[in-house]
């Protein structure tokens, strides 16, 4: 069998469908499982997704801007910004674990760029090298500046896989591949399979959080 490149859209702590997830995909330890960032907030239990998260050894996770707004939560960066109900339900939930579980998720990168593709959490400006990418934008990015998707002038060949977009939902284009289907508002938990590109998708069990 060959072996498989997993990656995971926006979890949200929605740990019950990601394990409704791994099992219809049939995850082995041979797999390469990596998990788009947004593993965390919104859903029914962060310390559980990432409990799961850390017992898969053969899973690599990539910050996602809830994953960064908990660092800064963390490292006191946001001094002055209110603090959503789900940061402070997550910040709580992790109780005295939350600086060990910071410590890890500090260790994240803001991408992974793969032989068979680049992982990236929202998206990157095209033509500018990956290397000098605003790391604001690899966690946050939508549009450009004439408010158009930031992939429709990507014209690179090597894919590229991200999440981010609820509203937007599955993307499938022949460079890029968006993953957040909108688990946590209702909707579905997606992963594409690599080589062949395969989507595989579980329905939410419920709608968690109200869309915003």
Same mark, same amino acid.
């Not at 995971?8 to 990596?34: M, N, P, S």
């Not at 001094?79 to 997550?90: F, L, M, S, T």
């Given at each position: 069998?060959?072996?498989?490149?997993?990656?995971?859209? #926006? =979890?949200?702590? /929605?740990y019950?469908?990601w394990? #409704?997830l791994?099992?219809?995909?049939?995850?082995t330890?041979?797999d390469?499982?990596?998990s788009v960032? *947004?593993?965390v907030c919104?859903?029914p239990?962060?310390l559980?997704?990432l409990?799961?998260?850390?017992?898969?050894?053969?899973?690599?996770c990539? @910050?996602?801007?809830?994953?960064v707004? @908990?660092?800064?939560l963390w490292?006191?960066?946001d001094?002055?910004?209110?603090v959503?109900?789900?940061?402070?339900?997550?910040?709580?939930e992790l109780? *005295?674990d939350?600086?060990l579980?910071m410590?890890w998720i500090?260790t994240w990168p803001?991408?992974? #760029?793969?032989?068979e /593709? @680049?992982?990236?959490?929202?998206g990157? =400006?095209p033509? =500018?090298?990956?290397?000098?990418?605003?790391?604001?934008n690899?966690?946050?990015?939508?549009?450009l500046? #004439?408010n158009?998707?930031w992939y429709?002038?990507?014209? *690179?060949q090597k894919l590229?896989v991200?999440?981010?977009w609820?509203?937007q939902g599955l993307?499938?284009r022949k460079?890029?591949?968006?993953l957040d289907s909108g688990?946590?508002?209702?909707?579905e938990?997606?992963?594409v399979?690599?080589?062949e590109r395969?989507?595989?998708?579980?329905?939410a069990?419920?709608a968690?959080?109200?869309i915003?």
């Amino acid at each position: 069998m060959t072996a498989r490149t997993i990656i995971f859209g #926006d =979890i949200h702590a /929605c740990y019950q469908e990601w394990q #409704d997830l791994l099992e219809k995909l049939k995850v082995t330890a041979e797999d390469r499982l990596i998990s788009v960032g *947004d593993l965390v907030c919104k859903g029914p239990s962060t310390l559980r997704t990432l409990e799961i998260a850390k017992e898969m050894k053969n899973l690599r996770c990539i @910050l996602g801007n809830h994953e960064v707004h @908990l660092l800064n939560l963390w490292k006191k960066r946001d001094i002055g910004r209110p603090v959503k109900d789900y940061q402070k339900e997550a910040i709580k939930e992790l109780g *005295d674990d939350f600086n060990l579980y910071m410590q890890w998720i500090e260790t994240w990168p803001y991408y992974l #760029d793969l032989e068979e /593709c @680049l992982v990236v959490h929202a998206g990157i =400006i095209p033509g =500018i090298p990956l290397k000098k990418q605003d790391p604001k934008n690899l966690v946050t990015l939508r549009t450009l500046s #004439d408010n158009q998707p930031w992939y429709i002038p990507y014209k *690179d060949q090597k894919l590229i896989v991200h999440g981010h977009w609820a509203a937007q939902g599955l993307v499938v284009r022949k460079n890029v591949i968006g993953l957040d289907s909108g688990c946590v508002y209702g909707k579905e938990l997606s992963a594409v399979v690599l080589p062949e590109r395969k989507i595989v998708s579980v329905p939410a069990r419920k709608a968690y959080c109200p869309i915003s």
